[in-house]
T-cell receptor, first 107, second 112 residues
Framework: GIQVEQSPPDLILQEGANSTLRCNFS?????LQWFHQNPWGQLINLFY???GTKQNGRLSATTVATERYSLLYISSSQTTDSGVYFC?????????FGSGTRLLVRP | DAGVTQSPTHLIKTRGQQVTLRCSPK?????VSWYQQALGQGPQFIFQ???????QRGNFPDRFSGHQFPNYSSELNVNALLLGDSALYLC???????????FGSGTRLTVV
């Protein structure tokens, strides 16, 4: 089956810093989503991005489907950005998740 | 516009018991998927329901079963609970795979 790898596994930032999270996947996919899981467990959809680039405020994402990777950029990080970021790819009606990047933003 | 709602939020069960978790999809969505998330891991796909039928299933034993109702809501049933079934159970709904999935807040199940 499709493998999804995320890096780095852990990231600690000072408030105001920028960061880039990476997601590699092993085969062609129909869909790719980035999620932020808050401390209460809810998965918040950040981007639906099977290809191309999208931006939403301080966050942006780029997926290069032909090279099987996606990047999530966080600029001017805030303490509320802390949590786990998951990349997930859609294959045959199921989402396959990576193991996540755990982000801690310190004030 | 209500998002995906799940109930209950927390549940404690004893080994060997049975449990039923419930999910109401986001308004306008017709497809419901269930995921299990163990502590410190990414969610794992259990199954997906569309038009009241199981359309796709992950690598979970038959103790895990589900149902989708005509109003698109869904239930996840787990029989003969094991300690290893303790996890966060997430429900996701969608209208079409090309528009992505929306997740609920989850049900945290503890088996003792």
């Amino acid at each position: 089956g499709i493998q999804v790898e995320q890096s780095p596994p852990d990231l600690i930032l000072q408030e105001g810093a920028n960061s880039t999270l990476r997601c590699n996947f092993s085969d062609s996919v129909n869909n790719l989503q980035w999620f932020h899981q808050n401390p209460w467990g809810q998965l918040i959809n950040l981007f639906y991005i099977p290809s191309g680039t999208k931006q939403n405020g301080r966050l942006s994402a780029t997926t290069v489907a032909t090279e099987r990777y996606s990047l999530l950029y966080i600029s001017s990080s805030q303490t509320t950005d802390s949590g786990v970021y998951f990349c997930a790819v859609d294959s045959s009606y199921k989402l396959i998740f990576g193991s996540g990047t755990r982000l801690l933003v310190r004030p | 516009d209500a998002g995906v709602t799940q109930s209950p939020t927390h549940l404690i069960k004893t080994r060997g018991q049975q449990v039923t978790l419930r999910c109401s999809p986001k308004s306008g969505h017709d497809t419901v998927s269930w995921y299990q998330q163990a502590l410190g891991q990414g969610p794992q796909f259990i199954f997906q329901y569309y038009e009241e039928e199981e359309r796709q299933r992950g690598n979970f034993p038959d103790r895990f079963s589900g149902h989708q109702f005509p109003n698109y809501s869904s239930e996840l049933n787990v029989n003969a609970l094991l300690l290893g079934d303790s996890a966060l159970y997430l429900c996701a709904s969608s209208l079409d795979v090309n528009y992505g999935y929306t997740f609920g807040s989850g049900t945290r199940l503890t088996v003792v």
